[in-house]
Structure formats: structure tokens, C-alpha cells
């Protein structure tokens, strides 16, 4: 059976899903990445394997930078630190991956432990943070990760990811509009049932002053599909609509789920997939605080 995080999620049993996200995102990671690292940034630790598509984009860039650096990799869930770690490896850069827990006091040490630098020129946590119960102890353990004049990045959601028209010529108008309010209310749950959750009343470049960081500052990133997309863009787009299925008997009425389930029936004449007005568009944010010298 896969780890369960501190969400209650499998990410396990997610792979394959994000593999294939990573691939779709790659191009704009690559830019992130590319932004994030200074020419004379040898060490990196990402905090959340994911599927290993961001750790590769790393290595790869690192590779670029000189020879001895470092990329480590840390996460709870094990087949993802192990496809991680296999897709990262790359010619001139030291990979190594250590399953430890972001929420634990032991991390710093749990990372030592695995023979891996225990401090990093970047560190690089992406849409994991509001995973974690308490947010900001969870910012201030990784900023203690960060060398002194090193950087902390965290990745977070910016604008809600859209792929329908507003009309879709089935039911009400405004259909992605109030699947995308009980996805906010099914995050908001999430947060709640956490055990020892803890409430962020600050935005994350406050929250990334209080944990000991100077020069906090963000910027956003888009991930723009116009329509008509192709075989990879639709698949994307899927995946979105599927993500919003979870929970929607809960949280929506009866006729929204009915119109949902046939958007994702492959078999069916109202199939996303065979729409050629899909499109993809979303925004994410990046914080980037600096380790005081």
C-alpha cells in the first residue's frame, strides 16, 4: 500500500496521472527552473517528488552549470522518491533521495542521515506546504534548509485552472464556475480534518518573512493551451475535469454531476474529449524568500 500524507491522500497511486502532468507542464517548469537558478548554485533539495519531472529539469540545469553539484530529492511517499529519483538521474550531478517528512522537526536530520547535504543553495518545495497541518512551522523547518545567502521557492496555486467555455450548451450556463467553488470548498475541508491543522491568515510573501527570509518577493507563471489543443492538451484537460468530479455529489446539484459524468464519458456523444474548444489555462505563483547572510 502507498504513504499516506498528512492530506489523506495516496499519492502513490497517483504515478501515473502525475507523470503525465509533468510532461504536459514541462516547458513552463523548465522556465521556472531556469529563473530560480543563479549560475553559481551547485545544491539543490526539492521538498515534494512528484513524479520526478521537476527534479529532472533541475539535474538537467544544474548538469549545465559545472561539474559537483547536488540534488536531493525528499518525500513520504516511496514509489513516487523512487520514479523521481530514477527520472532525475543525469551525468554530473550527485541524485540522491530521502524519505522523510516535511511536517516532522527531524527533517533537517532525517536528511543527513541519507548522506545528503543537509543544507541547499535552493530549496524547492512546489504545492506542498498547504499539504502540511501547521504552514508556517512547515516554512520556517524549510528555511532552515536554505545555506545562508540561499533561497527558498515555494510553489503555490495562483488562478483557478480553466478548460470549458462558459457555456457548453448542456444545463446552466456557468458550469466550471461552480465546479471550481466546491473544488475550493473540498480544499477548504481538506484543511479543516487535517489533524493539528493550523490556520495561515497571511499571504505566503508575509508568511515567508515570519519564517526568517529577506527579500520576499513572488511571481506567477501561466500555463496557456488555446484551443484547439492537441492529443496531450486534451488529455490534460480531462484530468482537470476529473479532478473536479471528487466530491461533487456532495457539493453540487444533481443535473451538474449528470452533465460532468457524460463531459467524461469517452463512449458518450457529450465527450470533452471531442470538443475542439477545450482549452487550458491556468496560473501559478512562486515565493521566493532569501536566507539572511
Known amino acids: 500500500m502507498g504513504a499516506h500524507s498528512h492530506d489523506n491522500i495516496d499519492w502513490d497511486a497517483h ?7 509533468d510532461d504536459f507542464i514541462a516547458p513552463d517548469i523548465t522556465q521556472v527552473i531556469g529563473r530560480l537558478l543563479r549560475p553559481d548554485d551547485r545544491s539543490v533539495i526539492e521538498i515534494g517528488a512528484g513524479a520526478g519531472g521537476t527534479a529532472a529539469i533541475i539535474a538537467k540545469t544544474l548538469a549545465a552549470h559545472g561539474d559537483d553539484a547536488q540534488l536531493t530529492i525528499v518525500d ?12 532525475a538521474a543525469a551525468d554530473g550531478v550527485e541524485v540522491r533521495t530521502v524519505r522523510a517528512d516535511a511536517a516532522a522537526d ?9 548522506g545528503a547535504t543537509p543544507q541547499a543553495d535552493l530549496v524547492y518545495a512546489a504545492f506542498v506546504v498547504h499539504h502540511l497541518p501547521d504552514q508556517l512551522a512547515g516554512l520556517r523547518r524549510l528555511a532552515r534548509l536554505v545555506k545562508p545567502g540561499g ?8 488562478l483557478q485552472t480553466r478548460v470549458l467555455p462558459a457555456d457548453i450548451g448542456q444545463g446552466e450556463p456557468g458550469l466550471e464556475a461552480r465546479l471550481l467553488n466546491a473544488s475550493e470548498q473540498w ?13 495561515l491568515p497571511m499571504g505566503w510573501s508575509k508568511a515567508m518573512t515570519e519564517a526568517g527570509l529577506v527579500e520576499a518577493t513572488s511571481f506567477s507563471y501561466l500555463i496557456d493551451r488555446p484551443a484547439p489543443l492537441d492529443d496531450t492538451g486534451r488529455a490534460a484537460a480531462i484530468r482537470q475535469l476529473a479532478m473536479l468530479r471528487r466530491d461533487a455529489d456532495e457539493r453540487l446539484p444533481a443535473a451538474d454531476v449528470e452533465i ?20 487550458y489555462l491556468g496560473a501559478n505563483t512562486v515565493h521566493v524568500g532569501t536566507k539572511p547572510s
Open 15 to 21: 504515478l501515473q496521472r502525475l507523470r503525465a502532468a
Open 76 to 87: 513520504t511517499a516511496e514509489q513516487l522518491l523512487n520514479a523521481a529519483g530514477e527520472r
Open 106 to 114: 527531524t527533517l533537517a536530520e532525517e536528511i543527513e542521515k541519507a
Open 151 to 158: 533561497r527558498l521557492a515555494v510553489v503555490e496555486f495562483g
Open 187 to 199: 480544499f477548504q475541508k481538506m484543511r479543516a480534518e487535517m489533524d493539528g491543522a493550523v490556520r
Open 260 to 279: 460532468l459524468d457524460q463531459l467524461l464519458d469517452p463512449d458518450g456523444e457529450h465527450y470533452a474529449g471531442n470538443r475542439d474548444d477545450l482549452h
